[in-house]
């Protein structure tokens, strides 16, 4: 129990130095009546730090999912051994520093919002990382048994198999998964409820999977579910840059549905940790410390294989994976791996910042939106050919396990289908997903639409895309300090970032 509770504060400590402020009130003690709570903030460097040996320490003492009432929905020991490995592999990489007078010589970023660092000793924690990670490996207790449909099955039921992908489900009695993350479903006389759907993703991160990768038609769902339950495309497939919805959380497969009187409060859990992830640290550790070697690329293929049905492993995790021969491509497949297993699990922007691929992310993600808008509008965008869907084509069809309901089928998603489709052309219905991405009618000039502009203001847009540097440039994605709490700390607090 006691393992327990130092693995869940330093869970809390990890997610609020890598949203608040970076920097914050740091203690490990208990509370005293007449205690004066206002303390500085405590460098996250050094909580990271202390926190790995707490948790170094706790490891041994504590007890497997498996062996414990509540199993994954308790911090266990595996968990533990991965949360070392992840806060490890925080330290080891980089993050957003504030420009205070105390920055390095020579260091290069944005006065007003900071620079990012990272310390000379990294590799000591790729180390740790590197163990820890090997030992929930070795200790073979979780595995990737369940299919990636059927794992987002078990999650929207509320059900976390002990052994299987999930290390650590945040029990939560209310919260909005089937609500505000996940397929959309409208408000009708079904017992299911309604779900707004309103984390959502883009067209262009649908076409950056493989078409035969199991995990997109899971993760990017083009469809909504009308109040008759009909599947109809997105409203917004054309009006908000290619919106596409994250069907991990489904409504519909729920068993026994909520009903409308618990729209919001589903009672499924967060996931804070997979056994993927592990694979992915570890082999992300193991090739910057030796390379893509043997055990790294194996614990790539063990994610993969999950990832494609198993006719195509020899081309999609055999060869793919032992063509990867440097360091340098092992890091960007690894990279690639995750925006692709991870989707909409809200871990995307920590991984970016701590590999300083944040900027370069929004960078190429603004232009290659630019770009599709431009290769429609034949002015250019050329490179973005393979990957535009200007059209799409889809049409209902009956759905075979409901009867009187009805599907939608779509034409034109995936590269090898980016033609009209062979039955009779009335039968489909078109739709335009790039309309005028590259320019807004409605705006004076030639300029991003500003639906691009506004997704992207605060670090690329049409005023700075010439002289931005996502090289230089951080991009300031740490959270201010509340104002509630910089009083509350008496002046030993303050925001920086050009907050």
Same mark, same amino acid.
């Given at each position: 129990?006691?393992?327990?509770?130092?693995?869940?504060?330093?869970?809390?400590?990890?997610?609020?130095?890598?949203?608040?402020?970076?920097?914050?009130?740091?203690?490990?003690?208990?509370?005293?009546?007449?205690?004066? !709570?206002?303390?500085?903030?405590?460098?996250?460097?050094?909580?990271?730090?202390?926190?790995?040996?707490?948790?170094?320490?706790?490891?041994?003492?504590?007890?497997?999912?498996?062996?414990?009432?509540?199993?994954?929905? *308790?911090?266990?020991?595996? $968990?533990?051994?991965?949360?070392?490995?992840?806060?490890?592999?925080?330290?080891?990489?980089?993050?957003?520093?504030?420009?205070?007078?105390?920055?390095?010589?020579?260091?290069?970023?944005?006065?007003?919002?900071?620079?990012?660092?990272?310390?000379?000793?990294?590799?000591?924690? !790729?180390?740790?990382?590197?163990?820890?990670?090997?030992?929930?490996?070795?200790?073979?207790?979780?595995?990737?048994?369940?299919?990636?449909?059927?794992?987002?099955?078990?999650?929207?039921?509320?059900? !976390?198999?002990?052994?299987?992908?999930?290390?650590?489900?945040?029990?939560?009695?209310?919260?909005?998964?089937?609500?505000?993350?996940?397929?959309?479903?409208?408000?009708?006389?079904?017992?299911?409820?309604?779900?707004?759907?309103?984390?959502?993703?883009? /067209?262009?991160?649908?076409?950056? $999977?493989?078409?035969?990768?199991?995990?997109?038609?899971?993760?990017?769902?083009?469809?909504?579910?009308?109040?008759?339950?009909?599947?109809?495309?997105?409203?917004?497939?054309?009006?908000?840059?290619?919106?596409?919805?994250?069907?991990?959380?489904?409504?519909?497969?729920?068993?026994?549905?909520?009903?409308?009187?618990?729209?919001?409060?589903?009672?499924?859990? !967060? /996931?804070?940790?997979?056994?993927?992830?592990?694979?992915?640290?570890?082999?992300?550790?193991?090739?910057?410390?030796?390379?893509?070697?043997?055990?790294?690329?194996?614990?790539?293929?063990?994610?993969?294989? *999950?990832? $494609?049905?198993?006719?195509? &492993?020899?081309?999609?995790?055999?060869? $793919?994976?032992?063509?990867?021969?440097?360091?340098?491509?092992?890091?960007?497949?690894?990279?690639?791996?995750?925006?692709?297993?991870?989707?909409?699990?809200?871990?995307?922007?920590?991984?970016?910042?701590? &590999?300083?691929?944040?900027?370069?992310?929004?960078?190429?993600?603004?232009?290659?939106?630019?770009?599709?808008?431009?290769?429609?509008?034949?002015?250019?965008?050329?490179?973005?050919?393979?990957?535009?869907?200007?059209?799409? &084509?889809?049409?209902?069809?009956?759905?075979?396990?409901?009867?009187?309901?009805?599907?939608?089928?779509?034409?034109?998603?995936?590269?090898?289908?980016?033609?009209?489709?062979?039955?009779?052309?009335?039968?489909?219905?078109?739709?335009?997903?790039?309309?005028?991405?590259?320019?807004?009618?409605?705006?004076?000039?030639?300029?991003?639409?500003?639906?691009?502009?506004?997704?992207?203001?605060?670090?690329?847009?049409?005023?700075?895309?010439?002289?931005?540097?996502?090289?230089?440039?951080?991009?300031?994605?740490?959270?201010?300090?509340?104002?509630?709490?910089?009083?509350?700390?008496?002046?030993?607090?303050?925001?920086?970032?050009?907050?």
């Amino acid at each position: 129990m006691l393992g327990e509770t130092r693995t869940l504060r330093a869970m809390m400590y990890l997610d609020m130095t890598r949203l608040w402020g970076g920097d914050i009130p740091f203690r490990t003690w208990g509370s005293q009546a007449d205690e004066d !709570y206002a303390m500085p903030a405590t460098q996250r460097h050094l909580i990271w730090e202390w926190l790995i040996e707490d948790l170094i320490a706790a490891e041994p003492t504590m007890q497997y999912a498996s062996d414990i009432q509540y199993g994954v929905e *308790r911090a266990a020991r595996e $968990f533990c051994q991965g949360l070392i490995a992840l806060i490890a592999m925080n330290r080891g990489g980089w993050y957003l520093r504030p420009w205070d007078g105390n920055e390095p010589a020579g260091v290069q970023g944005d006065p007003e919002v900071g620079y990012m660092y990272r310390h000379e000793d990294y590799l000591n924690y !790729y180390r740790i990382a590197r163990q820890y990670a090997q030992k929930v490996i070795e200790d073979g207790r979780h595995s990737l048994t369940y299919s990636y449909e059927k794992l987002w099955y078990e999650i929207s039921n509320d059900r !976390y198999a002990t052994g299987d992908d999930i290390l650590f489900a945040i029990p939560l009695r209310g919260g909005e998964y089937c609500y505000w993350a996940g397929l959309p479903v409208e408000t009708g006389t079904h017992p299911y409820g309604q779900c707004t759907g309103g984390m959502s993703s883009s /067209i262009i991160y649908m076409v950056s $999977f493989d078409s035969l990768d199991v995990r997109r038609d899971i993760t990017c769902v083009p469809y909504k579910y009308t109040a008759s339950l009909n599947q109809e495309p997105l409203s917004n497939l054309t009006s908000t840059i290619g919106t596409m919805q994250n069907g991990k959380w489904n409504r519909l497969q729920i068993e026994s549905p909520l009903g409308s009187e618990s729209t919001k409060n589903s009672g499924i859990d !967060y /996931i804070f940790m997979r056994y993927a992830d592990v694979l992915l640290l570890f082999a992300e550790a193991e090739n910057e410390l030796n390379g893509p070697t043997d055990s790294a690329k194996m614990a790539l293929k063990t994610v993969r294989q *999950r990832a $494609f049905a198993s006719q195509h &492993w020899p081309e999609k995790v055999e060869a $793919f994976v032992n063509g990867l021969n440097t360091k340098e491509e092992f890091f960007q497949s690894i990279m690639d791996e995750r925006k692709w297993e991870f989707g909409g699990e809200q871990i995307r922007r920590f991984d970016l910042a701590r &590999w300083n691929k944040y900027g370069q992310a929004l960078y190429d993600t603004y232009f290659e939106f630019v770009g599709w808008g431009q290769y429609v509008a034949g002015v250019g965008g050329n490179q973005y050919a393979d990957r535009v869907r200007e059209k799409i &084509w889809w049409r209902p069809v009956a759905d075979p396990e409901n009867p009187g309901r009805t599907l939608a089928e779509f034409w034109g998603l995936s590269k090898q289908e980016y033609v009209r489709p062979q039955e009779t052309y009335d039968e489909w219905t078109e739709i335009t997903i790039v309309s005028n991405w590259w320019r807004d009618t409605n705006e004076p000039g030639e300029q991003a639409h500003s639906y691009i502009r506004g997704a992207y203001a605060g670090y690329i847009n049409p005023s700075n895309e010439n002289t931005v540097d996502p090289n230089i440039d951080p991009v300031r994605y740490l959270l201010p300090i509340p104002s509630s709490a910089i009083a509350d700390h008496k002046g030993l607090l303050k925001n920086y970032y050009g907050y």
